[in-house]
């Protein structure tokens, strides 16, 4: 069990770019969750895939955020045309259905807008 | 909609103190609940949890009792070490209905010292 791993750790990009982050959940776990955390507050559901079926999604999520699990396994959050507010924490949490209600967090994804 | 209320920090005591940290919760329906803690450079990790009234979660020294009627979980420890340094969010699920995401409160920053 090598846990939740995100990638890149720290992303800077100026207003207006787009930007993709990765996640890898825990092996084998079937459902994956997007939460975004700003500074001073606890994290904010964005959305949630079992398998690859997108199952859930937070009205947070603008249509300039868009999320993928194509093969079931490893996420991709894509956020276009990048603005100074989507400045945040990305994290990630994976968790098994039928197992235990845990979500086993990732250690995120530090994103700057300049 | 549903929510969580932490008491606001940031917090410092001396190592062997005890430590309460409020927690309420405002839901329609039966949640469940949940302590996850953040420590410094890490992500989020499960601290306890607890699924229906009158359920003690219990782990590392630390306890927390969801109660009903007053609608809280408020995170107890008798004994504080300076290794528990950390940020600690209280968060809710509602099962029913099927929805995964999770809910957090704000968090609260401790800072135990020797």
């Known amino acids: 069990d090598t846990g939740v791993s995100q990638d890149p750790r720290h992303k800077i990009t100026k207003r207006g770019q787009n930007v993709t982050f990765r996640c890898d959940p825990i092996?084998?776990?079937?459902?994956l969750y997007w939460y975004r955390q700003t500074l001073g507050q606890g994290p904010e559901f964005l959305t949630y895939?079992?398998?690859?079926?997108?199952?859930?999604k937070s009205r947070l999520l603008s249509d300039r955020f868009s999320a993928e699990r194509p093969k079931g396994s490893f996420s991709t959050l894509e956020i276009q045309r990048t603005e100074q507010g989507d400045s945040a924490m990305y994290l990630c949490?994976?968790?098994?259905?039928?197992?235990?209600?845990?979500?086993?967090f990732g250690p995120g994804t530090r994103l700057l807008v300049l | 909609g549903n929510s969580v209320t932490q008491m606001e920090g940031p917090v410092t005591l001396s190592e062997e103190a005890f430590l309460t940290i409020n927690c309420t919760y405002t839901?329609?329906?039966?949640?469940?609940l949940f302590w996850y803690v953040q420590y410094p450079g890490e992500g989020l990790q499960l601290l306890l949890k607890?699924?229906?009234?009158?359920d003690k979660g219990s782990n590392k020294g630390f306890e927390a009792t969801y109660r009903k009627e007053t609608t809280s979980f408020h995170l107890e420890k008798g004994s504080v070490q300076v290794s528990d340094s950390a940020v600690y969010f209280c968060?809710?699920?509602?099962?029913?209905?099927?929805?995964?995401?999770?809910?957090f409160g704000k968090g609260m920053k401790l800072t135990v010292n020797p």
């Open positions: 949490a994976s968790r098994l259905a039928g197992g235990t209600e845990t979500q086993y």
């Open positions: 092996s084998e776990h079937n459902r």
């Open positions: 895939f079992q398998n690859e079926a997108q199952l859930e």
């Open positions: 839901a329609t329906g039966y949640p469940s």
């Open positions: 607890a699924t229906k009234a009158d």
């Open positions: 968060a809710l699920r509602m099962p029913q209905g099927g929805s995964e995401k999770l809910v």
